[in-house]
C-alpha cells in the first residue's frame, strides 16, 4: 500500500521516488509488458494515450488461436476449449467492471468510429424541431466527420445542426455549468448530446452523470465516447443513465493497434422497437441463428447490435490484456496508483517551473485529479518543438500536438514513480537548455 496516501507531500529526489516504488501493490504488473528500448534500455513511455503497450501473454493468446484454426478450422465455433462463436462473452464481465455496467450491456465488435457511426443510427433520431447535436469543440476528428456526416446524412445543414462548445476565453477547459446551460439553451432542438468521456487533448474528464441528467432533462439522448477514458479512470455508466457509449481497446486497454472497439447500451433500450439499428447475423440470438432464418430477431443486450464474424485475432489480444486488468483488481487500485503517478509528474513539472522562476509549462489538465485521468497537456511556452525533441532523444516518449502541446501519460500498470521522477529529470534539462 502507498502508506502516504492521501496526503502526500512529493520530493523532487529519486529516493522518493523508489519509495513510491517499493510501496506500489501493482509494481509487478510492469513485467508483464513489453517496453520499447532505447540505448539498450526501457524507455520511458508515456503514450498510453495514443497506443498501449503489448502484454507479454498477447503473443501465446494469438499462437492458441492460430493452433486452433490449425486443429479445429471450422469447428473451432463450436469447440475446443473457447469456442469461436461466444468469444466476445469472456470480455464483458471484465468491461463491465471498467465501465460500471451489466455484462449485458457491453459488447465488443468493428473500430471506434464504426460504432460511432452505428450508434448514431440507434441514438440520433432528429425530427422536426429536434435535430441537433451538442459536442465538445475541438473534439478527436473523426468524431468531428462522424457526427458531421451523420448530420448531413439526415439533410441538415453542418452549421444548423451540430453545436460545438468551446472554453470561455482564456480557459483551456470546459466548466460543467457552461455545459449544462448549452444543453438548456438549446433544449428542445436538442436531439444528442455526444460528448467524450476525457477530451483527447486536454486530458479533461468529463461530469457524465450531469451531462446525461442535464440532456434527459430536456429531452435529449445522451451518448459518450469514451477513447480516452476506459481503461484510464472509472466510470459508472448504468448508474449514470447513459444511454450509450463506445471505446477502443488500444489506448488505456493494450489491446493492441486498431485493436476492437467496444460499446454500452442502457438496458432501458433493449426493448425499444422504436430504435433503429443496422443488423447482421451476428446480432441474431445465438440459439437460433444458425437457423439462419429470414427474419432478424436480435440477440438480447448490446450484443443484438452486432454485425459481422467476430475478429477472433483481435478479440484474443483483448482478453489478454483485460486478463492484466482483472489481475490487478479491476480499475479502482489501478485509479488509486493513476492519481499519485499523475500527481506526481504535476509536481515534478511544476518544480521546473518554480526553478526558472516562470511558466515555462503551462499545465492545461485540470488540477482537480477528479477532473482528469492519466494524461497531462503541457503547453510549452519556449522552443517546443525542441523541448519534444529533447524527450525522444533521450528516451522520454510522449506525443506531440501542434503548436506546442506534449501530452504525457504515465500508465499504472506499466510505468514507475521512478520513470516519471526520470521523465521530470530529463524535462527539467530540457528547460535548461531553453
Ligand atoms: C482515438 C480516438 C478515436 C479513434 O477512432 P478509431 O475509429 O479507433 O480510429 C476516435 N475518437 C476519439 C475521441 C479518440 O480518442
Same mark, same amino acid.
Given at each position: *500500500?502507498?502508506?502516504?496516501?492521501?496526503? *502526500?507531500?512529493?520530493?523532487?529526489?529519486?529516493?522518493?521516488?523508489?519509495?513510491?516504488? +517499493?510501496?506500489?501493490?501493482?509494481?509487478?504488473?510492469?513485467?508483464?509488458?513489453?517496453?520499447?528500448?532505447?540505448?539498450?534500455?526501457?524507455?520511458?513511455y508515456?503514450?498510453?494515450?495514443?497506443?498501449?503497450?503489448?502484454?507479454?501473454?498477447?503473443?501465446?493468446?494469438?499462437?492458441?488461436?492460430?493452433? !486452433?484454426?490449425k486443429?479445429?478450422?471450422i469447428?473451432?465455433?463450436?469447440?475446443?476449449?473457447?469456442?469461436w462463436l461466444?468469444?466476445?462473452? =469472456?470480455?464483458?464481465?471484465?468491461?463491465?467492471?471498467?465501465?460500471?455496467?451489466?455484462?449485458?450491456?457491453?459488447?465488443?465488435?468493428?473500430?471506434? @468510429?464504426?460504432?460511432?457511426?452505428?450508434?448514431?443510427?440507434?441514438?440520433?433520431?432528429?425530427?422536426?424541431?429536434? &435535430?441537433?447535436?451538442?459536442? +465538445?469543440?475541438?473534439? &478527436?476528428?473523426?468524431?468531428?466527420?462522424?457526427?458531421?456526416?451523420?448530420?448531413?446524412?439526415?439533410?441538415?445543414?453542418?452549421?444548423?445542426?451540430?453545436?460545438?462548445?468551446f472554453?470561455?476565453?482564456?480557459?483551456?477547459?470546459?466548466?460543467? +455549468?457552461?455545459?449544462?446551460?448549452?444543453?438548456?439553451?438549446?433544449?428542445? +432542438?436538442?436531439?444528442?448530446?455526444? &460528448?467524450?468521456?476525457?477530451?483527447?487533448?486536454?486530458?479533461?474528464?468529463?461530469?457524465?452523470?450531469?451531462?446525461?441528467?442535464?440532456?434527459?432533462?430536456?429531452?435529449?439522448?445522451?451518448?459518450?465516447?469514451?477513447?480516452?477514458?476506459?481503461?484510464?479512470?472509472?466510470?459508472?455508466?448504468?448508474?449514470?443513465?447513459?444511454?450509450?457509449?463506445?471505446?477502443?481497446?488500444? =489506448?488505456?486497454?493494450?489491446?493492441?493497434?486498431?485493436?476492437?472497439?467496444?460499446?454500452?447500451? !442502457?438496458?432501458?433500450?433493449?426493448?425499444?422497437?422504436?430504435?433503429?439499428?443496422?443488423?447482421?447475423?451476428?446480432?441474431?440470438?445465438?440459439?437460433?441463428r444458425?437457423?439462419?432464418p429470414?427474419?432478424?430477431?436480435?440477440?438480447?443486450?448490446?450484443?443484438?447490435?452486432?454485425?459481422? @464474424?467476430?475478429?477472433?485475432?483481435?478479440?484474443?489480444?483483448?482478453?489478454?490484456?483485460?486478463?492484466?486488468?482483472?489481475?490487478?483488481?479491476?480499475?479502482?487500485?489501478?485509479? @488509486?496508483?493513476?492519481?499519485?503517478?499523475?500527481?506526481y509528474?504535476?509536481?515534478?513539472?511544476?518544480?521546473?517551473?518554480?526553478?526558472?522562476?516562470?511558466?515555462?509549462?503551462?499545465?492545461?489538465?485540470?488540477? !482537480?485529479?477528479?477532473?482528469?485521468?492519466?494524461?497531462?497537456?503541457?503547453?510549452?511556452?519556449?522552443?517546443?518543438?525542441?523541448?519534444?525533441?529533447?524527450? @525522444?532523444?533521450?528516451?522520454?516518449?510522449?506525443d506531440?500536438?501542434?503548436?506546442n502541446?506534449?501530452?504525457?501519460?504515465?500508465?499504472?500498470?506499466?510505468?514507475?514513480?521512478?520513470?516519471?521522477?526520470?521523465?521530470?529529470?530529463?524535462?527539467?534539462?530540457?528547460?535548461?537548455?531553453?
Open positions: *500500500m502507498f502508506i502516504s496516501h492521501p496526503i *502526500m507531500t512529493y520530493q523532487n529526489t529519486l529516493e522518493f521516488a523508489t519509495q513510491l516504488d +517499493e510501496q506500489d501493490p501493482l509494481k509487478d504488473f510492469r513485467s508483464q509488458f513489453l517496453v520499447p528500448q532505447h540505448n539498450g534500455k526501457d524507455a520511458i508515456l503514450c498510453g494515450n495514443s497506443l498501449g503497450l503489448q502484454p507479454i501473454t498477447a503473443r501465446q493468446y494469438i499462437n492458441d488461436q492460430l493452433t !486452433n484454426w486443429n479445429l478450422a469447428e473451432g465455433f463450436f469447440n475446443g476449449d473457447d469456442p461466444g468469444y466476445h462473452k =469472456k470480455l464483458t464481465n471484465t468491461l463491465a467492471g471498467i465501465l460500471g455496467a451489466k455484462s449485458e450491456e457491453i459488447t465488443v465488435m468493428n473500430s471506434l @468510429t464504426v460504432n460511432l457511426h452505428l450508434l448514431m443510427v440507434s441514438f440520433y433520431k432528429p425530427a422536426n424541431k429536434r &435535430f441537433k447535436i451538442l459536442m +465538445e469543440g475541438g473534439a &478527436f476528428p473523426s468524431d468531428q466527420y462522424a457526427f458531421a456526416s451523420q448530420a448531413r446524412f439526415h439533410g441538415y445543414d453542418l452549421k444548423d445542426a451540430i453545436i460545438e462548445i472554453p470561455r476565453k482564456g480557459e483551456f477547459t470546459l466548466r460543467t +455549468e457552461d455545459i449544462i446551460q448549452t444543453i438548456n439553451d438549446n433544449g428542445d +432542438e436538442l436531439a444528442l448530446v455526444l &460528448f467524450g468521456g476525457v477530451n483527447y487533448f486536454t486530458g479533461q474528464l468529463f461530469d457524465m452523470k450531469a451531462i446525461t441528467d442535464a440532456a434527459h432533462k430536456v429531452g435529449a439522448y445522451a451518448g459518450f465516447d469514451l477513447a480516452h477514458a476506459a481503461g484510464n479512470v472509472p466510470l459508472e455508466l448504468h448508474d449514470w443513465d447513459v444511454d450509450f457509449a463506445a471505446w477502443c481497446s488500444y =489506448k488505456y486497454m493494450n489491446s493492441g493497434p486498431g485493436g476492437i472497439s467496444g460499446i454500452f447500451i !442502457n438496458e432501458k433500450h433493449f426493448g425499444d422497437k422504436s430504435l433503429n439499428r443496422f443488423e447482421g447475423w451476428w446480432g441474431f440470438r445465438e440459439d437460433k444458425f437457423l439462419m429470414p427474419v432478424f430477431e436480435a440477440e438480447k443486450g448490446a450484443a443484438g447490435w452486432q454485425l459481422s @464474424t467476430s475478429p477472433i485475432m483481435l478479440l484474443t489480444l483483448h482478453k489478454a490484456a483485460l486478463d492484466i486488468f482483472e489481475q490487478a483488481g479491476g480499475i479502482i487500485p489501478l485509479r @488509486t496508483k493513476s492519481e499519485l503517478l499523475t500527481g509528474l504535476e509536481f515534478l513539472i511544476n518544480e521546473i517551473n518554480k526553478s526558472k522562476g516562470d511558466e515555462l509549462f503551462t499545465i492545461i489538465t485540470p488540477k !482537480n485529479k477528479h477532473e482528469r485521468g492519466c494524461q497531462l497537456s503541457v503547453v510549452c511556452k519556449q522552443n517546443a518543438k525542441a523541448t519534444f525533441n529533447f524527450l @525522444t532523444d533521450n528516451g522520454v516518449i510522449g506531440w500536438r501542434e503548436p502541446v506534449i501530452r504525457l501519460s504515465p500508465v499504472p500498470l506499466y510505468n514507475s514513480f521512478k520513470q516519471v521522477f526520470e521523465a521530470g529529470r530529463i524535462l527539467a534539462e530540457a528547460a535548461e537548455g531553453n
